[in-house]
């Protein structure tokens, strides 16, 4: 019995290990913000206050970000693996005290051809989708006045 609980013990605890965080993605921007890439490419763009959220995450910060004309928005990458090795797959940005700040930015990408749905039932959801034939990347904006609204750009 004694034998057999030793051999397992290697399998079992090999089941409880994190698996290794991808490697970082290629880098992808829009405007002049990193919308993918890897650590070095958000120190670049300025996200210099970094903070390990937990033993497989880093949110690396910038404030007085402006998008399209709009803001300034606080914004944050949240980086794969504790130490950021995994990178980012989209750029978050809120405004801290106003709600309504970030619906500014659907306006002027509806203005420049962007199209958009809602998420939900009914053509009104939680969260409007804009998109734009051919663009490498697509907007998410929260609607819910819960919590903060956001708005992230994400790759295709």
């Known amino acids: ?28 921007a829009y405007a002049d913000l990193p919308v993918r890439g890897s650590l070095a490419d958000a120190k670049r763009a300025g996200f210099v206050t970094c903070i390990q959220m937990d033993g497989a995450h880093l949110r690396c910060r910038r404030s007085g970000v402006m998008l399209l004309g709009e803001g300034p928005y606080e914004a944050a990458l949240d980086l794969a693996g504790g130490d950021g090795s995994g990178g980012f797959r989209q750029i978050t940005l809120w405004h801290d005290r106003d709600q309504s700040a970030v619906l ?5 990408l509806k203005k420049q051809g962007w199209t958009y749905e809602y998420t ?24 819910s006045y819960w919590g903060k609204r956001r708005v992230r750009i994400l790759p295709e």
């Open 1 to 28: 019995m004694r034998r057999a609980v030793s051999a397992a013990l290697p399998l079992l605890l090999a089941g409880c290990q994190s698996a290794t965080p991808e490697s970082a993605p290629p880098s992808l």
């Open 120 to 143: 939900g039932a009914g053509g009104r959801g939680d969260q409007m989708i804009l998109t734009r034939k051919g663009a490498p990347i697509h907007f998410s904006i929260d609607l």
């Open 104 to 108: 500014k930015v659907t306006d002027a």
